[in-house]
Each structure stands twice: as C-alpha cells, then as structure tokens.
C-alpha cells in the first residue's frame, strides 16, 4: 500500500527567509503524481504544486519549488521569501497514475511565519 | 464558475440521526469524490465516483452512502450517525487523470 510520510508536524520561518517541508512516499508503482496542498485557517484546500513522475525536471510555481529525488521517493517543497499568507497547514499527496484512484496524503506540516 | 460547493458549512447531529451532506461542481468534472479529514491523520478517502451511474468505495467507506444521478452532484449520505463520524468532510473534483483535485470548501461534522 502506498503511503506518505510527513515527518514535520510544526515548522517556523522568519518572514522573507527560506523554508524547505519534507514528504516522503513508499510505492512500488513507476508512474505516479505528487501534489502540495495548502489549508489556510479557511480550511479551503488550494493546490500549490504539481509533480509527474515521469518527468526528471523538479516542478516549480514563482516561489515554492520542489526537490523530487524519485529514487530515494523523497518529494519537498520549497518557499522562497516568506510571505504571512504562506502561514497554513501543507499536505503532500500522493495518487498512481494508473488504477487506483485514491489521493494518498501525509498528515501535515503546519508552518509558521514569523514577522 | 462557482467551483466545487458543499453545503451546509456546519452541521450537528445526535447520533443515530440521518443527514446527507450535499456536493456539486460546475465544471463538467467525471470524476468526483468525498474525504474526511481527522486531526493528525491527513485526508482520507470515503467513496468516489469517476461518472455518472458509477460509484466505488474509498478507504473508509463504512457508515456512508453515495450515489451518482448526474454529472454535477454527488451527495454523502449518513445513514445512523455516530460520534465517531465527528469529523472535516470535502468533497472534490477533477477532469481527467492527469488533472489536480479542486476541492470544496468542507462542512464541519459533529456528532454528540
């Protein structure tokens, strides 16, 4: 079975710094994708990036980034400058790109931005 | 376009109480499907649908019903619930395979 491993519960980061979360993943399927979600206190679930498997360049999305090591299935994401608004919980997700149609998350790195 | 909708926002409910928790997307998704979302567990999966007429269990199917009429909806139904429901529930959607989930905004359960 696939699971998905967030080993950060809290993270803190001063305002305008870097900050790297860390998700790893256990597969044995080749094909699959890798998502970031964002949950504000909204507790709407917005999208912050997106990875194919397939594809050996790391995604990125004007400030957050990721390091996809597929060998070691190791999937983090990146904020650049800091911002208030990135204060949320992040999910790491995981779903095969065949088959099963199960979106797999970690539990969750709540990061907080320090002004 | 409105996106993915649930309603209602909150909800409380004694236990053995039926409630159905509505969904509905306007974006001519397929594929559509419901989590619930417990401290310190992350999301999981209750039941999908990847069309209309079609349903399947997810990871935590038990205690709940889905059906799939149309296209736009796809409503959770709790048939007796039980404090151990008390939880977030979203329901999200998406085009194809290789399309991201859009989520709705989540009704918060609770079950006394």
């Known amino acids: 079975a696939q699971t998905v491993t967030q080993s950060q519960p809290e993270m803190s980061v001063q305002e305008a710094e870097t900050v790297t979360l860390s998700c790893t993943y256990d597969?044995?399927?080749?094909?699959?994708?890798l998502f970031w979600y964002k949950q504000p206190p909204s507790r709407q679930m917005i999208l912050v990036i997106r990875?194919?498997?397939?594809?050996?360049q790391n995604a990125t999305e004007n400030r957050f980034s990721v390091n996809f090591q597929k060998a070691a299935k190791s999937f983090s994401l990146k904020i650049s400058d800091s911002q208030l608004g990135d204060a949320a919980m992040y999910f790491c997700?995981?779903?095969?790109?065949?088959?099963?149609?199960?979106?797999?998350f970690g539990t969750g790195t709540r990061l907080t931005i320090i002004p | 376009n409105a996106g993915v909708t649930q309603t209602p926002k909150f909800q409380v409910l004694k236990t053995g109480q039926s409630m159905t928790l509505q969904c509905a997307q306007d974006?001519?998704?397929?594929?559509m499907s419901w989590y619930r979302q417990d401290p310190g567990m992350g999301l999981r999966l209750i039941h999908y649908?990847?069309?209309?007429?079609?349903?399947d269990q997810g990871e935590v199917p038990n205690g709940y019903n889905v059906s799939r009429s149309t296209t736009e909806d796809f409503p959770l139904r709790l048939l007796s619930a039980a404090p151990s429901q008390t939880s977030v529930y979203f329901c999200a959607s998406r085009q194809g395979k290789n399309s991201p989930l859009h989520f709705g905004n989540g009704t918060r359960l609770t079950v006394t």
């Open positions: 597969t044995s399927e080749s094909d699959y994708y």
């Open positions: 649908s990847v069309g209309a007429g079609i349903t």
């Open positions: 974006m001519n998704h397929e594929y």
């Open positions: 997700a995981y779903r095969p790109q065949f088959g099963n149609e199960k979106l797999t």
């Open positions: 990875q194919e498997a397939y594809k050996q």
